[in-house]
């Protein structure tokens, strides 16, 4: 089982998938758990990847198609927004 703990502006550190069928247990700042899927997790980091290459004007696969001004190191994410309460 992987334990991660929510920080207090409201996210855990993934900036990866993890095993579809992992464990992952969820420790929030109001001081519940919850264990969730791999499976649950990757799509919840799918839908935070997605909503930040929209707000940077991304394409889907990460790569900027405006002119250069500035370089984002990866064009990925590091952490994921989590809440108590999510459906596992």
């Given amino acids: 089982m992987i334990n991660l703990k929510q920080d207090a502006e409201g996210f855990i550190r993934m900036n990866r998938h993890f095993p579809d069928t992992a464990l992952i247990s969820i420790v ?5 758990e919850q264990v969730y899927t791999g499976r649950r ?3 919840i ?3 935070a990847l997605a909503d930040y290459r929209l707000q940077n004007h991304l394409d889907a696969k990460g790569y ?7 370089v ?3 064009n ?3 952490f994921v927004p989590v809440h ?3 459906v596992p």
Avoid: Q, V
Wanted: net charge neutral; no cysteine.
């Fill in 41 to 43: 997790l990757n799509g």
């Fill in 84 to 86: 108590a309460g999510m």
């Fill in 72 to 74: 984002h190191p990866a």
């Fill in 45 to 47: 980091y799918d839908e």
């Fill in 28 to 32: 929030f700042t109001d001081g519940s």
């Fill in 76 to 78: 990925k994410i590091d």
């Fill in 64 to 70: 900027s198609r405006a002119p250069k001004k500035t």
